[in-house]
C-alpha cells in the first residue's frame, strides 16, 4: 500500500510565498517522475512541475521564474516553492507520483490535495 501525503499550502497574500511538501511511504522499491498538479474550480487538473529521478525538472509556462521543483530520493519527497504568488494561483494542488510498489507494480498515485489561496 502506498500513499503520498501533502503538507503546506494556506492562505497568503499576492507576492507571498508558500512551500508544499509530498511524502511517499509505503512498500516502495523506486520512484520516477515526481510533480504537482492544480485544480481551480470550474477548471481541469493542470500540471504545474514535474522532476525527473535525476533532477531535470519541467514547469507550465504560467509558473516559470516563479515556482521551483525539487526532490530528495532518499525520503522519497517532492517539494514545490512557491514564491511571487497571484490570485490566479489559487487552487487545490496535488502530488503526483510514479512508483513501482511490491504489491502493485509501476503506478501513478496522487496525493490527497491542498488548498492554496492568494487573496488580500
Known amino acids: 500500500q502506498v500513499q503520498l501525503v501533502e503538507s503546506g499550502g494556506g492562505l497568503v497574500q499576492p507576492g507571498g510565498s508558500l512551500r508544499l511538501s509530498c511524502s511517499a511511504s509505503g512498500t516502495i522499491i523506486a520512484t520516477d517522475v515526481m510533480g504537482w498538479y492544480r485544480q481551480a474550480p470550474g477548471e481541469q487538473r493542470e500540471l504545474v512541475a514535474s522532476?525527473?529521478?535525476?533532477?531535470?525538472?519541467n514547469y507550465a509556462d504560467s509558473v516559470k521564474g516563479r515556482f521551483t521543483i525539487s526532490r530528495d530520493n532518499a525520503k522519497n519527497t517532492v517539494y514545490l516553492q512557491m514564491n511571487n504568488l497571484k490570485p490566479e494561483d489559487t487552487a487545490v494542488y496535488y502530488c503526483?507520483?510514479?512508483?513501482?510498489?511490491?504489491?502493485?507494480?509501476?503506478?501513478?498515485?496522487w496525493g490527497q490535495g491542498k488548498q492554496v489561496t492568494v487573496s488580500s
Open positions: 503526483n507520483a510514479s512508483i513501482l510498489a511490491w504489491s502493485d507494480g509501476w503506478r501513478w498515485y
Open positions: 522532476i525527473t529521478r535525476g533532477g531535470r525538472p
